[in-house]
């Protein structure tokens, strides 16, 4: 069994993917895989580099499918999992290994975003855990959501059930919200989410949350 899988959901940002593979080149220690969920229809799809494994999924709508859809069936190869963005990037030498030696303690860990405005540990827009936690879920996010919240989801379960925040492994954020990138066409698909997924995620958290916890707090 491999140790850690990063999974990274992606569409017509290639660049991104250069850079995350060789910033992870760079900084990982572990033994720590990178798969990159594409979609069939994008039209930068022949422009993404060589080096990561991918998946090319069908007809998914939204980062949460695509998250799910690379994490389920792969429990069983991995100790840990991760879902990064493609506008993270891994600056700590060793971060891999600092989360996975977070996990060994807690069922969830997560870095430093440096995102400005924002305490450390103050966002969960990344997240890594077990996979027996995602063994036990079904889902490494709530399929109610597409995009939007998912993270308060990750957030929620952390506190119930234990996290860990890096504070010293820096895994940046480049998101224009940050004013560390220009907005593009995919930020303009996600924002679509927001509004649908506010309402997912009322629902869940009064009919879902509490549920998830007990599944998870079984198997941690």
């Known amino acids: 069994m491999r140790d850690l899988l990063v999974i990274v959901p992606s569409r017509g940002r290639p660049g991104n993917i250069t850079r995350l593979m060789g910033a992870m080149e760079a900084t990982c220690k572990g033994d720590t895989t990178l798969l990159v969920g594409c979609?069939?229809?994008d039209?930068?799809?022949?422009?993404?580099?060589?080096?990561?494994?991918?998946?090319?999924?069908?007809g998914l709508?939204?980062?949460v499918a695509h998250l799910n859809a690379l994490s389920a069936p792969r429990t069983?190869?991995?100790r840990f999992m991760?879902?990064?963005?493609d506008d993270f990037v891994p600056r700590t030498p060793g971060w891999d290994v600092a989360v996975m030696e977070a996990l060994e303690q807690t069922p969830f860990a997560y870095g430093d975003e440096r995102v400005p405005g924002r305490a450390a540990g103050e966002t969960v827009c990344h997240i890594f855990t077990r996979s027996a936690v995602v063994e036990a879920l079904g889902y490494l996010g709530p399929p109610c959501f597409g995009h939007m919240f998912v993270d308060n989801a990750w957030a929620a379960w952390g506190k119930a059930c234990g996290t860990t925040f890096l504070d010293g492994v820096v895994i940046e954020h480049l998101h224009?919200?940050?004013g560390k990138a220009p907005g593009d066409e995919t930020y303009q698909r996600s924002a679509g989410f927001l509004g649908p997924d506010r309402q997912a995620w009322e629902a869940y958290?009064?009919?879902?949350?509490?549920?998830?916890?007990?599944?998870?707090?079984?198997?941690?």
């Open 176 to 178: 224009p919200a940050a």
């Open 39 to 41: 979609d069939g229809d």
């Open 205 to 220: 958290q009064a009919d879902g949350l509490a549920a998830d916890i007990a599944k998870i707090k079984a198997v941690t």
């Open 43 to 58: 039209p930068a799809l022949d422009g993404y580099p060589e080096g990561p494994e991918y998946a090319l999924n069908e």
């Open 82 to 85: 991760g879902a990064l963005g």
């Open 76 to 78: 069983g190869q991995f």
């Open 61 to 63: 709508r939204g980062v």
